[in-house]
């Protein structure tokens, strides 16, 4: 599971995501580490949530495959994003199920910008769009909740919560607590740059595991 919220203000698109990284088998924390890749060549950022490989295509299909702004970008990334998952099939990785690849940031042109792109990877459909918000995943009362203000709240919500993974084996799910965690990261993209922040650190120990 990943936490990956996205709202945007009058001067400045707010990103909230959390650190863990988590054995997709058995729900158990593997890793610690940032969720965020920086894109400072269009002032913007982006996330997957659900599978650990592809940020990692992405971001050397990025590197390979320039863009005029971020609104070229955020257009292109439907496809961008079967690219990455067909090189990954090509190399052996056993890529299914669905992500989410969020991109935001800051354009003179566009202004604050926040685009998903659903990826429903068995059934090759890849559907972008511009949102005003995003959260991932949703808890009781982030409804009435205030952003950028209650950002932190949220990540405290989501890391107390009772969270639902698939059950191997099973056509049902179970669940488990502690899918969210490691630390509390804002990530904040204005018209003059990114400003990165760790909010709060929470005590979770790693055992071991590939993570998700």
């Known amino acids: 599971m990943t936490a990956i919220s996205a ?19 058995t729900g158990k924390l593997a890793g610690i580490g940032t969720k965020v890749s920086i894109l400072p060549q269009y002032n913007s950022l982006f996330a997957v949530t659900g599978i650990s490989v592809v940020p990692t295509l992405l971001s050397a299909l990025l590197i390979e495959t320039p863009f005029v702004d971020l609104r070229s970008l955020s257009d292109a990334m439907p496809n961008l994003a079967r690219t990455c998952v ?4 090509a190399v052996g990785h056993i890529l299914s199920g669905r ?3 969020v991109l935001a940031g800051w354009s003179a042109e566009a202004g604050p910008l926040i685009h998903v792109t659903e990826c429903h ?3 090759g459909l890849f559907n972008g769009r511009a949102v005003k918000q995003y959260i991932q995943p949703r808890v009781d009362g982030s409804a009435e909740m205030r952003f950028p203000e209650d950002g932190l709240r949220l990540l405290e919500e ?7 993974r698939p059950d191997a084996g099973t056509f049902g799910s179970v669940t488990v607590g502690g899918l969210v965690g490691g ?3 804002h990530t904040q993209v204005e018209a003059d740059g990114i400003r990165i922040k760790v909010l709060k650190r ?5 055992v071991g595991g590939g993570p998700a």
């Open 121 to 123: 990877i068995d059934h």
């Open 158 to 164: 989501q890391y107390a919560a009772k969270l639902s």
């Open 183 to 185: 630390f509390a990261q």
């Open 86 to 89: 067909d090189r990954g099939r």
């Open 202 to 206: 929470w005590p979770d120990e790693i």
């Open 7 to 25: 709202f945007k203000s009058a001067d400045a698109v707010h990103f909230f995501s959390d650190g863990a990284w988590h054995d997709p088998a």
């Open 99 to 101: 992500c989410d690849v």
